[in-house]
């Protein structure tokens, strides 16, 4: 038979259990959080240029289509 001071003296070792398994794995909520958050980051930061590039190519390909397709129209309209 558990006496009043037991049952206490076991709730407090209990909750100081519970604290200090709290306390060590907040940290790891944290790392890995703040780990996450520089992944993000990092990807961002590499996909930015493989943007950049397609859309300078997209460009370079519009503007060549373009300059090929003027003259045909220039010629066309000359013939007429």
Known sequence: MLTLPDELTNAVFRLLD?????????????????????????????????ELTNAVLRLLDTLTKFVLIVPDVAVTVALR
């Open 18 to 50: 519970t604290l200090t398994k709290f306390v060590l794995i907040v940290p790891d909520v944290a790392v890995t959080v703040a780990f996450r958050w520089l992944e993000t980051l990092i990807n961002a930061v590499f996909t930015l240029p493989d």
